[in-house]
């Protein structure tokens, strides 16, 4: 026929012949979901838990994903990866395939606008779905720019931005590294009695070994806590940062917390070296370095105390106490600080006035300052207060312990001569400067 008719109009599935090139219709890349951030998983049974890392980037209908188990103390699992591509499909799903292995296949079916996700993949019997939920929008760093960062960093940057701790363990840092959580035990330590006498080493070492056990039961928390070495290295990292951001105040001196645990390693180590703290070396990174309190050398002071007494059954006490540095280097600008003090002992007095002036002399492996001095002194076993309130006790004379700013060890006072009168004790005292004693000490 010379004008055959017209081609028929083509319905349905369009099946090109072979050879013929169909174009498919444009389509615009305006997803119509956008999943990119980071996810965590908890799958439960009656055993364990199973937590599941998963952090998305999407670039229009593309996406490259990164999932991981989280190792735990519970399971003593290491963390296995998995490495995954995909796109969108018409139907709201994504196909993914697993990059070192192209032939597993598994699917992302986004939840309630991409706040959830389930991840369906093959196992050995049918399938398993294990759900996600979303705890962050923030995109991620992948290999390529991650490479980019020098030396250490690029380590620290990888474990954080493809191997993150889920939001339960960071959670669980936060409301553990805290300073009504770490303040009793470090508080204890503080308290206990600090010299090289075998019986106040093992005290020592004892009351530290408690704030060592608090640190390694928050890493290894069955539920939340950190199973090395996978994530040791980043978690270690958050524990300092949140350690220098939080402060602890304790005999008038507020300091970050992660430096009062430091300064109780280093007095222990100035008089028991030998003596190790292994959690907090671990996942911490801290370790006692005795140099850093100038714990080498003595350092010699010269105290005199010269009060007026007044009364019968209680006997009131004002006067001054003055504390000179006689070792070089001396203090500046002054070579002695003096200091006022009031406080009052129960008991039988010989008379209802009168002078008492007692003088000695105190040596320490510590450098004592100015700063130091206000705060706690007990004269035998009577206590009284320089700068601060009042404390009960007994009577008794015969040398002096200098408490001051308590995180210091105590600063033995021997008497030439000199008497106090028993009973029981209670003080308050006054700072040569008041304004010193108001606002807190930020240095030891």
Known sequence: MRNPLPPWPRRGVICPSRGERVHADERPDAPVIDITGRYDAYVTNSRKINDYTLVINQAGRHIECFGANVARPDNRSTRVYYRMQGELQDNRTFILFERTSPYMRSKLIPKRGGRSIGWRYKVSIGYKTVYFTRVSREPVFFESTVALFPGKQEELVRRRMLYPLTLGQLKHLLDSLTAAELGPPLKRYFRTEYGKKTWQRIGIVKAARKVDRFIGDIFQNKRRGIQPPSNLELARFYARYILTLRRWEFARTRRPLIGWIQYMLNLVAAVAPDRDFPNIERYLGLSGQPEAVKANKQHKYKVKLSVRKFGLFIVHYSGKITIERISRPLWTPNRKETYNV????????????????????AESYFDWQPAHIPGPF????????????????????????????????????????????????????????????????TCP
Do not use: C, N, Y
């Not at 007994?394 to 009168?421: D, N, Q, R, S, Y």
């Open 342 to 361: 009031v406080f009052w002992a129960g008991g039988v007095d010989k008379g209802l006035g009168g002078k008492m002036t007692i003088e000695g002399e």
């Open 378 to 441: 007990k004269i035998g076993q009577m206590e009284l207060e320089i700068g601060a309130g009042g404390i009960g006790g007994k009577g008794g004379a015969g040398f002096m312990h200098i408490e001051g700013a308590e995180f210091m060890p105590v600063l033995h006072v021997t008497f030439a001569e000199g008497e106090v009168g028993g009973g029981a004790v209670s003080s308050s005292a006054g700072s040569r400067d008041s304004r010193a004693r108001s606002k807190p000490s």
